[in-house]
């Protein structure tokens, strides 16, 4: 029997004002899983109301007493494991790996939220006038407009409301359509079990053809004053626009085209596993996931012997099996659309070295491929599924240049034993993020998370978080009268 799930609004379960669902579906079974409230503008606004009428108070609660919402969230989510295993498997194909991953982040979000709240923030400026004291303060904005994707459900489901809401704003969430419940009606289950007061975070569900009408409302209206979005980069430059149109602020985390670079200093084992966790976490469908594997022609043959043989061998199929590493991708047609990249290189002539083929349903085999020539769809486009391609280069020049030869600049691994080389190599490459001698898949809440270029602009994660979704105000406090000249 499948699960039925209405919008949360003003602290209410409520169905839809039209009445209509959509159904929320299993990618590895093709069965409903759940029928949520398919949402209209109507609700939209109904959903404004209420984040608006809650924000003052919410603005105004005691620093410590918000902290301790957050604090007892994290502990109710960590609790909750299995429930978030079961859900991912059945919304978004999650590997239960993956799942535990997700629970375990997400919670650690919520306690360095709840560090933000009252760790110090603004400054005291000096004055022109004479016994002026100056402050500039931080302060909430007020309706915040968030969109959380379905890959990460759980870990950005609950980054789409941390930070807004640990700043002192009421938010409104529109979850992914493949994921409505792991990114955003159980992070509200949690947070107001937690004790979120009612009409501080609004849930809005929607059918998948009604996506562009539901974020065009809802960044339109006039009470929402930022927008908060992850997801690709074709829908970004959407948001972007509508957020520019309404002079709104916006931080956009959107696609990868990333690479994993792998010196001739390198230890070639780590590199092997290193790889293989960057590309193939959670079937590729991470944004920084390693989609270009650049190797130095020293290291090539070896590296790409032991890594095609450890890819074959990856366990694919059932997201519920615990030996699974390729679990389905979130849809047929997103497997589909791989292995499109994938017969389209071939026919340019690039190498399958393991995987290729057609997918089965939603699985798409772990492949690797070499020889991908620039004209190739895959050489630029973001796979987003289990697919890298291996390129050897000559010298660090060499590297850099493939590696920046991207529209989009999110993370990069540079993968050697000499770590005042690969940071001589790192500073070179154009990305809102490089790890020395790991792979290009990490984030830790306390970390400024972004990308530069089409992956978009604003960070996530510890103060960067807080300032991203507050308003800097400048405050004067005149200690004596001040002398006009008339």
């Known amino acids: 029997m499948p699960l039925t799930r209405e919008l ?8 839809a004002a039209s009445g209509r669902t959509t159904e929320d579906i299993n990618p ?3 069965e409903v899983y759940a029928t949520v409230a398919a949402a209209g503008p109507q609700d939209v606004t109904r959903a404004v109301d209420a984040a608006d009428a809650a924000f003052p108070e919410w603005a105004a609660l005691a620093p410590f007493a918000r902290r301790a919402i957050f604090l007892k969230a994290a502990d109710l989510l960590d609790a909750r494991g299995e429930q978030v295993a079961e859900i991912m498997a059945h919304e978004a194909g999650g590997t239960r790996p993956w799942a535990y991953f997700n629970v375990a982040l997400a ?33 909430p904005l007020g309706v915040v407009a968030a969109f959380a994707p379905w890959n990460a459900p759980v870990i950005l489901g ?24 792991a990114c955003a009606l159980l992070v509200a289950d949690v947070l107001r079990e937690a004790g979120l007061p009612d009409g501080v975070l609004n849930v809005v569900t929607n059918a998948p053809q009604d996506a562009a009408e539901i974020a065009e409302v809802l960044i339109a209206d006039p009470r929402v004053r930022a927008v908060n979005f992850t997801g690709s980069t074709g829908v970004g430059r959407i948001i972007g626009t509508h957020a520019a149109t309404h002079l709104k602020p916006a931080v956009l985390e959107l696609g990868g085209k990333n690479a994993v670079i792998v010196l001739d200093d390198a230890d070639v084992d780590y590199a092997v596993d290193a790889v293989t966790f960057s590309v193939f976490m959670n079937s590729g469908q991470i944004c920084m996931s390693g989609d270009r594997i650049l190797v130095h022609e020293a290291l090539a043959e070896e590296f790409t012997r032991k890594f095609t043989a450890k890819v074959a061998s990856l366990r694919a199929g059932d997201p519920a099996h615990p030996h699974t590493v390729v679990g389905p991708l979130v849809a047929a047609s997103a497997a589909r659309r791989v292995a499109a990249l994938v017969k389209d290189a071939v026919a340019r002539g690039a190498t399958v070295l393991t995987g290729g083929g057609e997918p089965e349903g939603a699985v798409h085999p772990a492949t690797v491929l070499t020889d991908v020539p620039k004209d190739a769809d895959l050489y630029y486009a973001e796979a987003f599924g289990p697919v890298c391609v291996i390129e050897a280069f000559a010298d660090d020049d060499t590297a850099v240049a493939v590696a920046n030869d991207t529209d989009n600049g999110l993370t990069c691994g540079i993968i050697t034993e000499n770590a005042t080389h690969g940071l001589a190599v790192g500073r070179r490459v154009r990305t809102g993020i490089v790890h020395i001698n790991d792979q290009s898949v990490a984030d830790e ?29 400048w405050v004067t406090i005149a200690t004596q009268q001040a002398h006009y000249p008339f």
């Open 158 to 181: 609950v980054r789409a409301v941390a930070a807004p809401l640990a700043a002192g704003n009421t938010v409104v969430v529109k979850p992914s359509e493949d994921a409505p419940i």
């Open 28 to 30: 590895y079974t093709g």
């Open 8 to 15: 949360l609004i003003g602290g209410k379960h409520v169905p």
């Open 107 to 139: 919670a650690n979000i919520l306690r360095e939220a709840a560090a933000a709240i009252t760790a110090p923030r603004g400054e005291v400026l000096s004055a022109q006038e004479a016994g002026t004291l100056g402050l500039a303060v931080r302060e």
């Open 445 to 473: 809440p306390h970390a400024p998370f972004g990308g530069v270029k089409a992956s978009g602009y604003g960070r996530f994660g510890g103060r960067w978080g807080i300032e991203a979704f507050s308003n800097t105000r």
